[in-house]
């Protein structure tokens, strides 16, 4: 293949990595308000009064903004398509105030300093609550988050608005009691997992302003610009077809953006006041009144008989979603979904969940979208089940796991009643490959470097999905110029990961034209087919099967004006990329040439191919992930020497992006897994909420990584190819606990593995 | 929101304390890095850049650094790295990116006294003083523990007497502050231990030091001197981390410490 | 206040507040490859060189830079394309938003280091952070590019 599989540069990036003005905050018009939130200083409180009146008078300022002034219907800031599993629980403000930093008041001013001091003189009088702090206690709490009566969910997700549960779900196959009766071996764990931030480089922004027909145009940093349109009109009350919103580039969303979290403010700015205003969030905002990972307690049973044959898998979650309901009940169920098929061996499994309301930050979509927690809690257990068989972790899973053509009943039904089989699994082949390359067999479990360190080695495995079976759709367009070159139309949005460029690389392979010969376009909701997003692992998968129709369907039409202009039929004649031609005889047409004759009087035509596409599966990409390790016996100080992810995501449409993503999922799980912290003030307030105190990996954190690909063949993708973006951050948190284990006996089961975790558990072992 | 509504370069040392004693609010400027973080409502700031304090000069016995010599020059200065075993260099080296340190200044760290500082740890296992423009010369030691009234730190000054040094410390995060750091010196058979980062203000750990000086370093004594270390500083809790770790990890790092020193 | 300083070896005359920071004065006048990343001085994007040494022009207060120079990406245009070039071959620039600071500081490091170890590139570099690429990438296009 010329294009695909190939290492082609990203068509963006030297224009981002020189500093071109090309993100959100560098387009903005200079005279817009700009726009500032009045935050609550508790975490459950009530409004009694507010007055603004000196706020308001004070000199710039343009509005001032309270509950009274908004409308009274709840929605939802989750990105997700209609109808959303997510419950509408909230108001662009409301007299109830649910978490430290929930918005009590908007301000409009001419400039920051202004609009900070209006901030000061609002005045606020609360009547502070008792809130819920700890999710295990949420369930029946005598505190009730939501007591509104005009909360409203689509479908039954297992709401229960009085006991703070968000959402409930089971996904049960199989006899559990029956499959442990058959356990010689059976670990019984529970594993807590942090609320990690996205802490993407470029914050949340947004700005807006009303266009020559008074329509709204919000331009956004957001990977959902559909959903946005959707969740705007909604909110405000107004038609969509009154919204227009405009992605740009994109300073790294990881799911963050995947929430339409600040669009709104600036938004009611400009309605009420006719004027462009901006709102950029600042670190602290970012960290503390946006969303999060979903913190977990995940409880893991897990037996095996006395071959190493795992019977039985029982999980029991519990996801804190924070004030708002956003994504809870499709984290916490992809939880069980993505993580349970892996061992499809077991004669039954189970995963029993709520999601609950608690008055902390809201949690919502992040890279791995739950299966980063499940695959923590399930793989450790598996690591631990394969220390009481007294078996080599690496040869239980080659015993268990799902493998090529194979299905699991956790993965359902096709439409014709027979079971979903993994078309593509190469999955065994990763676990040999990275043995190989981390030396397992000549390293595992550990060995002493010295005196005072020691190294250990650690594994998990790993899958995801490519899209949302039977709900993400994306449409494109490829339209052909009058000059001979190609304009490619996505609603997908590229959030720095090249999505873009690949998207472009197989329209250009199916074409046979070169890369320069296509433009990109994304996103503008007036202009772009639709497309739900860009989240769920799903644009290279779902958009890129929507870009070979689309480009198939423009290239019969070039064959079709092109035999046309040669006055042969169709079958005689074939494209090459650069002309149609004879295939019996000489007479060639240049592609140019048929451009300029369709758009003239002679063709009065425009050639435009279109295709769309929604998977009805959702095939899983996998890893295989090896940690090394080496401890600092005096001090449990952890150094990463070598992280080794082999990934099967089938066809690596561009090896260049595909290591990069992976090598950046890589480093966020290996983050999650031991520095970036989350601390809580005993009165609800996010402490962890700068750059200095919440720690993401720097570069000297990060020890050897070593990124292969083991590729399988995916039938259903574009050429062969499954997704990526996701399914690189779950393995380390598992793998570097094992790898801990190994080097010192520590069982880490709660996130972050820090130095004085390592320490003080080894300390409780000498006692013990 | 920090605010600034009066900013001033004053020409002269004298013109700088009248300013700076004119007001309560009014205050020096060092690299701002920290104190940008404040929500201090500053009446008249009072930057130092025109009064040629960024120096590190080499006198003979003594090194001089002017306070608002920047970290980073601290770093490169071959003085500094020749003298000391370089533990002054060794201690900032670690504290976030070269951005950052090329405009952290020495003066602003001193003068403000931070618990968490890796130089002023650096700096008290070595025989230091400070020049105040008010309050003249005085051992580091004595500022730390007292402070002073208002005043403008000139410089620190370096007595150069062949002190053998040695810097650890404990972060997580490379790029993180210290959980907790420690730097330990020998000059003939004067011993100075210094914990710092615990998480308040580094001290000398008096009695462990004399209890090395007055005894035979060994294993055993060594293993003492710990204890009387920790015993006689205080160590707390914040979120890098509990009492209890620092405690545990104050041992090994005293010992690797004095190890050091003895090669 | 007026300040006058050399931006990109142009003398600019800027209005700036006492209490404004580098970073806000330099987009407001147009310079805008300068980006605000924290607010704490820990992620090295909003870099660029005073009297060309690398500097946090979040933590420098815009009056101080009177009669300074000062460099951004904007300027250097050249030298940084130079460098883009091997990241964007190794597709180490993902979303971009950390680029120019980072690569202000790569370009600082070439001219302060003679042939930098890779433990030197690490530690001059460890300020700039990075959430898209996991940094193995970058420091692949940093040696390629220090080898020519």
Known sequence: ?768 | MFTIQHYVQPETLEEAYQFLTAKRNNVILGGCAFLKMSKKKIGTAIDLSKLQLDFIHDKGDVIEIGAMATFRSLEVNPYLNQYFNGIIPKSIKSILGVQFRNVVTIGGTVYSRYGFSDLITALLALDVDIELYHGGIMPLETFLKNGSSKDILVKVILHKNNRIASYQMMRNSVADYPILNVAVSKKGDDWKIVIGARPRRAEIAVKASEYLTNNEVNETMIKQATNIAMEELDFGTNMRGQKTYRQAIAVPLVKRGIMEVLK | ?148
């Not at chain 1, 676990?431 to 002493?448: M, N």
């Not at chain 3, 940084?80 to 597709?91: I, R």
Request: aromatic fraction near 8%; proline fraction near 4%; glycine fraction near 8%.
């Open chain 3, 1 to 148: 206040m007026k300040i006058e300083a050399t931006i990109n070896n142009k003398k600019i005359q800027m209005e700036v507040a006492n209490d404004e920071f580098l970073v806000d004065a330099l987009r407001r006048y147009g310079y805008s490859s300068v980006k605000r990343g924290c607010d704490t001085g820990c992620c090295g994007l909003c870099t660029v060189w005073i009297n060309e040494r690398p500097t946090l022009s979040c933590s420098t207060l815009a009056p101080t830079v009177q009669g300074k120079q000062i460099t951004t990406i904007e300027g250097l245009q050249e030298e940084a394309k130079e460098f883009a070039s091997f990241l964007v071959k190794e597709g180490a620039e993902q979303c971009g938003f950390c680029s120019p600071g980072f690569v202000m500081t790569v370009l600082a490091m070439k001219r302060e280091l003679e042939k930098p170890t890779e433990e030197e590139i690490q530690h001059y570099l460890v300020g700039n952070l990075c959430r898209c690429t996991g940094y193995a990438g970058q420091l692949r296009a940093i040696k390629k590019y220090l080898e020519v």
């Open chain 1, 1 to 768: 293949m010329k294009f695909v599989n190939q290492p082609i540069e990203k068509i963006d990036g030297m224009d981002v990595a020189t500093g071109k003005p090309v993100y959100t905050d560098d387009l903005v018009m200079t005279n817009a308000l700009i726009v500032k939130i009045l935050r609550s200083p508790h975490a459950f409180a009530e409004i009694k009064s507010i007055d603004v009146s000196r706020a308001e008078d004070l000199p710039g300022v343009e509005c001032v903004l309270t509950y009274k002034d908004v409308p009274n219907v709840r929605f939802t800031m989750a990105g997700q398509s209609y109808p959303e599993p997510s419950p509408y629980d909230r108001l662009i403000l409301d007299k109830i105030l649910r978490y430290v930093g929930d918005e009590v008041a908007i301000v409009a001013a001419v400039d920051e300093k202004t609009a900070n001091k209006a901030l000061k003189l609002i005045k606020v009088e609360y009547e502070v609550m008792e809130p819920v702090l700890d999710f295990e206690e949420a369930i029946g709490h005598s505190t009730v988050i939501h007591p509104e009566d005009n909360l409203h969910i689509n479908f039954d997700i297992g709401f229960n608005q009085h006991k703070n549960i968000a959402s409930s779900t089971i996904i049960e196959a199989g006899n559990i009691e029956e499959a442990f009766d058959e356990c010689t071996h059976i670990v019984e764990e529970t594993y807590y997992i942090q609320a990690q931030s996205h802490a993407m480089m470029e914050t949340y922004r947004a700005f807006s302003y009303l266009d020559l027909n008074e329509r709204l145009s919000v331009v956004s940093s957001t990977q959902i610009p559909f959903h946005v349109r959707r969740i705007l009109a909604r909110a405000l009350q107004i038609p969509a077809s009154k919204i227009r919103v405009i992605k740009p580039r994109i300073g790294g969303g990881f799911g963050g953006k995947q929430t339409a979290s600040v669009e709104v403010f600036p938004a009611i700015v400009t309605l009420k006041t006719g004027k462009p205003a901006k709102i950029i969030y600042d670190r602290k905002e970012s960290f503390s009144c946006t969303t999060s990972r979903h913190a977990m307690r995940i409880k893991v049973k897990l037996g095996a008989d006395r071959d190493g044959r795992i019977r039985g898998i029982d999980m029991e979650g519990l996801a804190d979603t924070g004030a708002y309901g956003e994504h809870a009940p499709t984290v916490f169920s992809v939880t069980g979904y993505k993580t349970l098929p892996l061992y499809n061996q077991a004669k039954a499994v189970r995963y029993r969940a709520h999601a609950v309301y608690t008055n902390k930050m809201t949690a919502g979509a992040f890279r791995g979208y739950g299966v980063t927690q499940g695959t923590f809690a399930l793989e450790c257990a598996i690591n631990q089940l394969a220390g009481k068989l007294n078996m080599d972790p690496a040869k239980l899973r080659e015993i268990n796991m799902i493998r090529e053509g194979e299905s699991s009943p956790v993965l359902g039904k096709k439409d014709d009643g027979t079971p979903i089989k993994m078309e593509s699994c190469a999955l065994d082949r990763c676990v040999k490959k990275g043995k190989a390359l981390i030396e397992w067999d000549r390293k595992f479990p550990s060995y002493e470097v010295s005196d005072t360190k020691v190294r250990g080695l650690g594994m998990a495995i790993t899958m995801q999905g490519s899209g949302i079976a039977k709900i993400d759709t994306a449409s494109t367009i490829i339209k052909l110029n009058d000059d001979g070159f190609f304009t490619l139309l996505l609603g997908s949005t590229d959030m720095g990961t090249g999505s873009d460029t690949i998207l472009a690389q197989m329209a250009a392979e199916v074409l046979e034209i070169p890369m320069d010969k296509i433009i990109v376009h994304a996103v503008d909701t007036d202009i772009s087919p639709f497309d739900t997003g860009s989240y769920a692992s799903s644009t290279t998968y779902v958009t890129g099967n929507a870009v070979i129709k689309a480009a198939e369907n423009i290239k019969e039409q070039i064959i079709e004006y092109g035999a046309r202009f040669l006055n042969q039929s169709m079958e005689a004649v074939e494209f090459d990329g650069g002309y149609v031609k004879e295939i019996d005889g000489s007479n060639r047409i240049s592609l140019d040439e048929i451009a300029q004759r369709v758009v003239s009087g002679e063709g009065k035509s425009q050639l435009i191919g279109h295709g769309s596409f929604g998977g009805d599966t959702s095939p899983a990409p996998f890893i295989a992930g090896f940690a090394e390790v080496e401890i600092d016996k005096e001090t449990g100080k952890i150094d990463l020497i070598d992280y080794v992810a082999v990934i099967d995501c089938g066809t690596v449409i561009n090896p260049n992006l595909a290591t990069i993503q992976a090598e950046g999922g890589l480093v966020q799980g290996i983050g999650m897994a031991m520095f970036e912290d989350v601390v809580y003030s005993s009165k609800g307030k996010l402490q962890t909420n700068t750059l200095m105190q919440y720690k993401i990996p720097c570069r000297k954190d990060i020890g050897k990584l070593t990124v292969e690909f083991e590729s399988s063949f995916e039938p259903s993708g574009p050429f062969g190819a499954k997704s990526i973006g996701e399914v690189v951050v779950n393995t380390p948190p598992a793998a570097i606990a094992h790898a801990v284990y190994n080097a010192v006996g520590v069982n880490a089961r709660n996130l972050p593995i820090t130095p004085e975790k390592v320490l003080m558990g080894m300390l409780e072992n000498k006692k013990s």
